[in-house]
């Protein structure tokens, strides 16, 4: 998938996902959350759960740029 297919938008949140490197989804903009789904399908960013403190059992949602193959 190119980035030539995306929206100015999704391409906004792309960009902003890359800069911040690894993020918890609450983290970003309420606005840019919407797009989120549209980037996984593409195949563009992985969604992915992990735990932030050692003693809590609960896990938060990360988001991140997929690695791309030269």
């Not at 996902?17 to 992985?46: D, Q, S």
């Amino acid at each position: 998938m190119t980035l030539n297919n995306l929206t100015e938008f999704e391409r906004k949140v792309y960009e902003f996902i890359k800069r911040h490197g690894e993020i918890i989804t609450v983290n970003i903009p309420p606005r840019m959350r919407g797009a989120i789904p549209n980037l996984k399908n593409k195949g563009l960013i992985e969604v992915y759960k992990k735990r932030t403190e050692i003693r809590s059992l609960k896990k938060k949602k990360f988001v991140r740029v997929k690695e791309t193959d030269p």
